[in-house]
């Protein structure tokens, strides 16, 4: 039973995928409410109230997805998460269009002093000259950040007969064309604008991006909105600003601290504010609700999510082709792992045939997340591998070539450790499954899975007897075996299988047989 925390206000009705799973127990606290109950949290959901900090992560060692019900995931530690395998999504588009409705309607408020007005009949005034407002229709709109909401701005502003000027480095000049607005340097956009409005995310590059220094080259009596992320505008400037007459006034709807109680610029009368309202519409609360839920179902039932924020994203329909390959070589990176119990400071793979026909760097993840299975307590999975396998100084390198040696996909692990180097290979065979096909360059064949020894001995007379002995006296019935050897009284293995893992007693006792050069006890956790 999985144990999900919404941790803030999501709203339910969004949440049926969840609900109606039996594999799911939803818990509707704060996380101060769940402080007893963290310990076993798999999943958590939030919103922007709830800041999920490295020491929150660290209190949830069963944590494995974090679902941020919205877009900003300025409260969440990423790198934390991706530390500790976590995958962290979001709801990217299901709140674009409320946000942008949010930023235009503060918009309109803003230049024709709504809220101000009302206050006045509220208070039995009526000053209809005292709140003559500016049209629109023929004014600079200048746009900082030109993503999803930063466009359904633009869109809304053209036809209102606004002249739309954005300023985005990501923003390419076909798509800028396309959009029919005009892409400038923040400098210049800021000089020509009449209304500019932010839409970025908050992040160390954005952070007081529009400060007291390039506000003071805007006209005097611009107009300032900020819908995204308070911290992009700076308080504190905009406040002195407004205060010295150069900016005629500001829509709010976020705040470097929230809530912003006391704040300086609720003071002012030119400053019109919302409680972070951009996403608060049912539309928008149902959207992003879904589709969380549905990415943590998806995630906690093992298929792919869709908009991981440190997770490649991969499709289902592509995730279900390449499973076959990323089960392979997770069980060749375990192999790998159990039988070089040392220090391995190297490891290549090399890619041959059909696999080629997927991003094998999720397969290479899979290897990884295989190899440090049985060497760490940390999950490594897709989202933290190359970062553990960079912090234990493991170096990962990835080849392609065409030798699939008779195969459809040829798949070819190699490890360099302190003492040795072992190479395995293996391949996906329809109707078959998993085959390691090659070891330490011996020719075998076995499926990667199940209680394995793997034995390399010297090609003598009753060696497979005597282990064979051994294991018949302790009551090991043995499964399978497979032996190869390179030359006659050479070098040669065994690979047996086993119903139950072997003892150590056992091993002890085989490790004294002579001709054994090494031998190994591999536990392979099915896929
Ligand atoms: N007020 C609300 O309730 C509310 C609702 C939704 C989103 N938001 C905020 O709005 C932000 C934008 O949302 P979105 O869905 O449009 O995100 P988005 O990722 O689609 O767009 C963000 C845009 O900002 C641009 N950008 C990034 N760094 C920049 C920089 N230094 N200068 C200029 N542009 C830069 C990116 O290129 C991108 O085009 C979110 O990150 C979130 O913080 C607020
Ligand atoms: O980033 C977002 O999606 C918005 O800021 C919405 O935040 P909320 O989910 O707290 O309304």
């Known amino acids: 039973m999985y144990q999900i925390l919404v941790a803030d206000a999501i709203k339910p009705e969004g949440l049926g995928p969840l609900l109606e799973s039996p594999k799911v127990h939803l818990i509707e606290k704060t996380v101060v409410e769940a402080k007893h109950q963290l310990h076993e949290i798999d999943a958590i959901l939030v919103r922007s109230a709830t800041t999920v900090t490295e020491e929150l992560i660290s209190s949830m060692p069963n944590l494995k997805i974090i679902a941020r019900a919205g877009v900003g995931i300025d409260n969440i530690d990423v790198p934390a998460a991706t530390k500790r395998g976590i995958v962290v999504v979001n709801a990217p588009d299901g709140n674009t269009i409320s946000t942008a409705e949010h930023t235009f309607a503060m918009m309109a408020a803003l230049m024709?002093?709504?809220p101000q007005a009302r206050a006045s009949l509220k208070n039995g005034e009526w000053k209809r000259s005292s709140f003559i407002g500016t049209e629109l229709y023929g004014k600079n709109l200048g746009i900082v950040g030109m993503g999803?909401?930063?466009?359904?701005?633009?869109?809304?502003?053209?036809?209102?007969?606004?002249?739309?000027?954005?300023?985005?480095p990501f923003l390419t000049s076909d798509r800028a064309k396309k959009m029919g607005v005009t892409s400038l340097e923040l400098a210049k956009l800021l000089t020509l604008a009449d209304i500019i409005t932010v839409h970025t995310p908050l992040t160390p590059e954005t952070r007081n991006l529009i400060n007291k220094k390039n506000l003071l080259t805007c006209k005097k009596g611009v107009y300032l909105l900020n819908c995204a992320r308070g911290g992009i505008i700076n308080e504190e400037d905009l406040y002195e600003l407004i205060i010295k007459g150069h900016i005629a006034g500001a829509a709010i709807d976020v705040f470097a601290e929230e809530p912003p109680l006391g704040h300086q610029l609720l003071e002012l009368d030119s400053v019109i504010a919302t409680p972070h309202l951009g996403a608060s519409t049912k539309e928008a609360q149902l959207n992003v609700a879904t589709q969380v839920a549905q990415e943590v179902l998806s995630f906690l039932n093992g298929n792919p999510v869709t908009s991981s924020i440190n997770l490649p994203a991969i499709s289902k329909e592509v995730f279900a082709k390449v499973q076959p390959f990323y089960e392979l070589i997770k069980q060749m990176g375990s192999i790998v792992s159990q039988s070089m119990p040392e220090g391995i400071h190297e490891i290549t793979v090399n890619y041959a045939g059909e696999v080629l026909d997927f991003d094998t760097s999720i397969l290479t993840k899979s290897l990884l997340s295989g190899f440090f299975k049985s060497r760490l307590d940390v999950p490594v999975n897709e989202v933290n591998a190359f970062l553990i396998a960079k912090e234990r100084g493991l170096t990962i390198g990835e080849k392609t070539s065409h030798d699939t040696f008779g195969y459809s996909n040829f798949i070819t692990v190699t490890a360099k450790g302190d003492n040795r180097q072992l190479g395995i290979s293996g391949t996906y065979v329809d109707h078959y499954g998993s085959r390691i096909v090659r070891l330490n360059d011996f020719t075998i064949d076995?499926?990667?899975?199940?209680?394995?020894?793997?034995?390399?001995?010297?090609?003598?007379?009753?060696?497979?007897g005597r282990v064979g002995k051994i294991l018949g006296d302790h009551g090991e019935n043995i499964a399978t075996m497979q032996v190869g050897r390179k030359q006659a009284g050479g070098e040669a293995i065994m690979l047996l299988s086993f119903d139950n893992p072997l003892s150590d007693d056992i091993l002890r006792k085989l490790k004294q047989l002579d001709d054994i050069t090494f031998l190994y006890r591999i536990t392979l956790h099915g896929s």
């Open 148 to 168: 999803r909401i930063g466009s359904e701005i633009a869109k809304r502003a053209k036809v209102f007969g606004m002249d739309v000027l954005v300023y985005d």
């Open 112 to 114: 024709r002093h709504i």
């Open 446 to 464: 076995f499926h990667p899975e199940g209680n394995l020894l793997y034995v390399q001995h010297m090609d003598r007379p009753g060696v497979i």
